[in-house]
C-alpha cells in the first residue's frame, strides 16, 4: 500500500538504492507499494506478519534470480533440494514465492531508487510455455513428461532486459542469469553467516586497508577484543579475533556468535557502497548492553559506505535503544510496520520523528 | 533519557485515547473512567513521570502513528483551563499544528472547544476540552478541590484561612492557587507522607470521582461517538 501521509514528510536524506518498493503476487502481498523508504528501515510486526517477506521482497526486486529463490527456500527452512524429473517436483519448487501458492498469478517486483535508478522482476508461467520432453512413465497429469518451465524477465539496473528459464537438463539444474544486480547481503535470522565469505569481504577491506573504522567500533563494544585478521585453516580463509589475554588467535566464532555476525553484517555494509543489506532480527545475539552501540554504528557505517538497510527486530529493549541515535537522526529512519490482513500482508511506513515520538513515549510500535 | 519511563511500551486498543499534560490528570482519568464505568479510552501518557504540560502534546500525537487504525473514534486531548480556555484552546492548536509539521501528519484542527474535528483521510478525529471546562478557571486541581471541600466545609475554611495568612491567595493565577489549596488540603490526609501528589489521593480514593462537580466531564466522555469518521458532535458536554 502506498503511504499518502508519508507524502512530503521528514524528508529521507542522502542517496538511497530503494526508495521505492512495488511488489505484486509475492509471498504474503497481494499488492504493495511502499515509500519513500530511507537510509535505515527498521522492520516490525507480529509473527506472520510479512516481516521477513518483506525483506525477501527487496531482495527479489533488486537482486532477484531463479538462483537467489532457491537460497530463499533454504533459508525458508526447506530441506536440502531433491530434484526429479518430474513436472510436480519442478513445480514445487518455485510455487511458495506465489501470493497464496497460487502459479498462475503473475509475481512482479520493482525497486526504484533515489537517483531514479530501478529493477524489475516477473515470475510467471508464460502461456505456450517452452516445454521439456522427459523420459519416464507417466504416472498422471501431474507428472506429466512436459515440464512447463518458470519464466524470470524483467529489466536489470543498467535498463537491459533480461529472461531466463531454469531447466533441469542431463548435466543438473541450469538456473540461469537475471541481468545486472544491485549489490547486496542478506542475513537471514537462522542461518549463520558464511565465514568464508565474510573472511573474503573483510580481506576486500583490508586490502584497501580500510579495516581500521570497523575494527575500532568492534573494539569498543567488544573490549576483550584486540584484533581481527584473516587467517587460512583447512585451506579455507576465516577471520579471527585476536583477545586480550589469550596469545593465540582463535576463530571469531569461538570468541563470540554475536560478534562474528555484527562482524559480517558491518563488512557487508563495507562492501556493498550503493547497494542494500538485509538483516532479520538485528539483535539476534547482541547483549542488550551493546543494542545503543549497535545501532550508532549500523547508521554511521550506513551513511559512510552509502549502503541502505532493512533490518527486522521484535524486540522492544532493541528499539528502544534506538533512541539515542534517532534522536540525532530522524530523517535517516523509517519504521515498515508490518500487518496481515485478509487481502495478505500490509507494510505501512512511519516516519522517522514518529517513530523516535512514540520511543520516547513508550508507545508500542511493534 | 531524562525520567522515569515504562519499560513495556504501551499499547493502543482504542477507539480513543487520552492526551492529557501530567501524571496526576493520567491518573485522575484512568481511576474517573473506571469509577464511572466508562470503556474505550485508553490513557498512556504522559510516559516519562517529571515532565509534563502542554510542551509534550506533539511528541505524543506523533507516537501514536502507529496506531490510527485503531483509533477509530479519535484523540482527546485534555488541558488545564488556566485564566482564559480560549487561549489555552489557541495553544493547543498550535501543538496539534506543530505535530503535523514535524510528523508529517494530518490530523485535524479543531474549531472549537469541547467539539469533536471528523478525522481526515490520515489521521483520527480531534477533540479538545480543558478541566474544569465549560468557561471555568484553573486547572485540574480546581475540580477535585470543589468535589474534596464540599466533602469537608470545615477544612476547606482551615485552607482559606492558611492562603490569606501566606498570601497565597493573591498570586493571581488560579490554576496555581488550587493546586496550592489542594495540595495543603490532602495534605492533612496522608499522616505518613504529607507530600503526597494529587495522583495518589485519586488513587486511593479521597477525591470524590462520583461528585456531580465531575458529571460534565462524564458527560462528554460518554457522548463521544465510537466512530468519527464522517462524523462530528455538537458540544456534547455543554
Known amino acids: 500500500m502506498m503511504d499518502r501521509s508519508l507524502e512530503g514528510r521528514g524528508t529521507p536524506v542522502g542517496y538511497r538504492m530503494i526508495d521505492r518498493l512495488k511488489v505484486q503476487n509475492f509471498r504474503c502481498f497481494e499488492k504493495i507499494d511502499v515509500h519513500p523508504l530511507s537510509r535505515v528501515n527498521v522492520v516490525v510486526g507480529d509473527n506472520a506478519s510479512g516481516k521477513t517477506a518483506f525483506l525477501e521482497s527487496i531482495f527479489l526486486a533488486a537482486a532477484g534470480s531463479p538462483e ?65 520432453p522427459l523420459n ?35 548435466k543438473g539444474f541450469v538456473l540461469g542469469m537475471a541481468g545486472e544486480n544491485v549489490p547486496g547481503s542478506f542475513f537471514p535470522s537462522t542461518v549463520r553467516a558464511s565465514g568464508t565469505e565474510t573472511a573474503r569481504r573483510f580481506s576486500d577491506v583490508s586490502k584497501l586497508n580500510e579495516q581500521g573504522p570497523l575494527i575500532g567500533a568492534l573494539k569498543k563494544q567488544f573490549l576483550f577484543l584486540e584484533n581481527i585478521s584473516v587467517e587460512v585453516e583447512g585451506g579455507q580463509g576465516l577471520l579471527f579475533a585476536t583477545v586480550k589475554g589469550t596469545v593465540r588467535k582463535m576463530r571469531l566464532g569461538l570468541a563470540s556468535a554475536g560478534l562474528e555476525r555484527l562482524v559480517a553484517i558491518l563488512v557487508a555494509i563495507q562492501t556493498n557502497t550503493k547497494g542494500f543489506v538485509l538483516v532479520d532480527e538485528v539483535d539476534s545475539g547482541i547483549h542488550y548492553t551493546k543494542l545503543e552501540s549497535l545501532w550508532s554504528v549500523l547508521r554511521a557505517f550506513s551513511e559512510l559506505h552509502q549502503t541502505q538497510l532493512f533490518v527486522s527486530t521484535h524486540s522492544w529493549e532493541c528499539l528502544k535503544a534506538l533512541l539515542p541515535t534517532i534522536k540525532k537522526h530522524e530523517s535517516d529512519f523509517r519504521l515498515v510496520h508490518c500487518t496481515r490482513t485478509d487481502k495478505g500482508c500490509v507494510p505501512r511506513l512511519i516516519a522517522g520523528p514518529n517513530m523516535r515520538a512514540a520511543i520516547e513515549e513508550g508507545i508500542e510500535l511493534r | 533519557m531524562t525520567g522515569k519511563t515504562f519499560t513495556v511500551p504501551t499499547g493502543i486498543v482504542g477507539p480513543w485515547v487520552i492526551v492529557c499534560e501530567g501524571d496526576a490528570d493520567r491518573y485522575f482519568f484512568q481511576t474517573l473512567l473506571k469509577e464511572r464505568a466508562i470503556k474505550g479510552f485508553d490513557t498512556p501518557f504522559p510516559a516519562k513521570t517529571d515532565q509534563g504540560g502542554t510542551g509534550r502534546f506533539p511528541d505524543m500525537l506523533q507516537s501514536l502513528e502507529r496506531h490510527f487504525d485503531k483509533l477509530t473514534g479519535g484523540v482527546l486531548i485534555v488541558a488545564d483551563s488556566k485564566n482564559n480556555e480560549d487561549n489555552i484552546f489557541r495553544l493547543v492548536r498550535k501543538k496539534i499544528k506543530t505535530a503535523n509539521k514535524k510528523g508529517g501528519l494530518h490530523y485535524p484542527i479543531p474549531t472549537a472547544l469541547n467539539r469533536v474535528e471528523p478525522a481526515t483521510a490520515d489521521a483520527p478525529a480531534i477533540a479538545i476540552i480543558t478541566v474544569p471546562g465549560w468557561g471555568g478557571v484553573g486547572g485540574l486541581e480546581t475540580l477535585c478541590l470543589k468535589a474534596l471541600a464540599s466533602k469537608s466545609p470545615k477544612i476547606r475554611k482551615c485552607v482559606e484561612g492558611y492562603m490569606r495568612c501566606s498570601g497565597a491567595d493573591q498570586w493571581g493565577d488560579h490554576e496555581t492557587m488550587d493546586k496550592a489549596r489542594l495540595q495543603t488540603f490532602i495534605a492533612g490526609f496522608h499522616k505518613n507522607d504529607p507530600n503526597n501528589a494529587l495522583k495518589h489521593a485519586v488513587r486511593n480514593g479521597l477525591i470524590p470521582l462520583r461528585h456531580r462537580y465531575f458529571n460534565q466531564i462524564v458527560r462528554f466522555l460518554k457522548s463521544l461517538p465510537r466512530t468519527t469518521q464522517a462524523a462530528s458532535i455538537e458540544k456534547a458536554g455543554a
Open chain 1, 136 to 170: 519416464g512413465e507417466q504416472r498422471s497429469a501431474a507428472d506429466s513428461p512436459a515440464i512447463r518451465l518458470i519464466t524470470f524477465r524483467g529489466k536489470d539496473i543498467a535498463g537491459h532486459e533480461f529472461k531466463t528459464q531454469p531447466e533441469i537438463t542431463d
Open chain 1, 68 to 132: 537467489l529463490t532457491i537460497r530463499l527456500r533454504v533459508w525458508r527452512g526447506a530441506e536440502a533440494l531433491q530434484l526429479t524429473r518430474e513436472r510436480s517436483s519442478y513445480e514445487e519448487l518455485w510455487r511458495e514465492l506465489f501470493y497464496k501458492l497460487d502459479d498462475k498469478r503473475t509475481i512482479s517486483a520493482e525497486s526504484i531508487g533515489s537517483m531514479g535508478n530501478s529493477r524489475f522482476i516477473e515470475v510467471l508461467y508464460e502461456n505456450g510455455q517452452v516445454t521439456l
